[in-house]
């Protein structure tokens, strides 16, 4: 064989050898690029890929879940104070009822001592006047009169469209001083409620009339008076169910007019 066929097949085994090397080389440096991704990914993106996940679960799961979970616990908090406050409310007007019940009587007597009707204080009038008769007094002369009061100087509280109305009666008469002293003794011990504004005793200068008296007594009736307008329901409907009355006025009424 000629020297330069032998070199060109040395030559030729020699680049193949080599290119198989080159071949190997780059399949080996492609495993090797491979394995890093599979290291990397293994051990950097996939427990940074889990840690996004994990947050994710937390931000958009668990912490709205323990958000609803406190606000349904204040919810239920609310909810129980409002039932708490119910209930105080519904036990405060059964007790009401009850002292509705119990004070009837009193309510009554308030409605006679301040009447709202004018026949009550026409039956007042008269019954003066009749009071008088049966003590042998004379009446000479009675007349009357009618105010209605000014709110800022009734020191009681009344409602709007509810006015509280002062009737003043005069009446003159004569008679015995015993009888005089019968008289108001009658007026003292009786059911009715009034003012005495003024009172006055004179005896008789007049020959024969030595135990003859002239007595002036002026009288306050006072009378509740509702204006066409005035809602009864709606006016005391709006009394606050915690409001007291006055327990003077409750101790007067109950010693001068229901005890005895």
């Known amino acids: 064989m000629p020297k330069l066929e032998k070199s060109k097949i040395t030559q030729a085994k020699t ?3 080599e290119s198989l090397k080159n071949a190997e080389k780059e399949e080996q ?5 491979v394995d890093e991704v599979s290291d990397f990914i293994k051990f950097y993106a996939l427990p940074i890929f889990s840690a996004m996940i994990f947050l994710g679960v937390v931000f958009f799961t668990i912490i709205p879940s323990i958000r609803y979970i406190f606000d349904s616990i204040d919810e239920i908090d609310a909810l129980k104070n409002e039932d708490q406050t119910l209930n105080s409310r519904i036990e405060r007007l ?3 009822q009850q002292e509705n ?3 009837v009587q009193l309510i009554n007597r308030i409605n006679s001592i301040v009447p709202t009707g004018k026949s009550e204080v026409v039956a007042f009038r008269e019954r003066i006047a009749t009071t008088g008769l049966q003590q042998s007094l004379l009446l000479e002369e009675s007349k009357s009169g009618e105010t209605i009061l000014e709110p800022e100087s009734v020191t009681v509280e009344t409602a709007e469209g509810f006015n509280l109305i002062e009737i003043p009666s005069e009446f003159n008469m004569r008679g015995e001083f015993i009888n005089f002293r019968n008289f108001l003794n009658s007026l003292y011990i009786g059911d009715d409620f009034f003012i005495v504004e003024e009172m006055s005793l004179n005896a008789s200068s007049a020959e024969g009339e030595e135990n003859i008296w002239f007595g002036t007594f002026n009288l306050t009736k006072y009378q509740f ?3 066409e307008n005035f809602d009864l329901e709606t006016t005391f409907a709006g009394v606050d169910e915690f409001e007291e009355p006055d327990p003077t006025a409750i101790n007067f009424l109950e010693t001068k007019f229901i005890d005895n």
Request: net charge neutral.
């Open 15 to 17: 680049s193949a050898t």
């Open 29 to 33: 440096e492609k495993k090797v690029k």
């Open 94 to 96: 059964i007790a009401l």
């Open 101 to 103: 019940a119990d004070q």
């Open 225 to 227: 008076f509702a204006d």
